[in-house]
């Protein structure tokens, strides 16, 4: 069964179209000058508006058991920070290690 070519903006192969939106997208984020969820929401959008993929395809894409999974550890995560268990945690580490912190911190550049 043989389905039709993927028609995209411009008649740009899919794959390198995808790959470039997909590069650009990673630079963006890496630069840090702009929220990395919008720059990953706009560069699915660019996906979606030149004809990459189909708002139908992206859906069927998405699992929603692991965007559920994430979003309640980020909720755990978050609450738990709040209430400074990971800094309590992380004493009580360092005292039963009976570590003691370094006297003079040496860099490279200094």
Not at 72 to 96: D, H, P, R, S, Y
């Amino acid at each position: 069964m043989h389905e039709h070519p993927i028609q995209t903006i411009f008649g740009f192969s899919p794959l390198w179209l995808s790959t470039s939106i997909l590069v650009l997208t990673y630079a963006v984020i890496i630069s840090e000058r702009f929220n990395r969820a919008i720059v990953a929401l706009l560069g699915a959008a660019v996906v979606i508006g030149t004809g990459v993929l189909t708002q139908e395809q992206a859906i069927n894409g998405i699992d929603f058991n692991t965007i559920g999974l994430l979003t309640g550890m980020m909720i755990l995560v978050g609450i738990t920070k709040e209430c400074g268990i990971f800094q309590f945690l992380a004493i009580k580490a360092a005292k039963t290690a009976k570590g003691s912190p370094p006297i003079r911190v040496c860099y490279p550049w200094s």
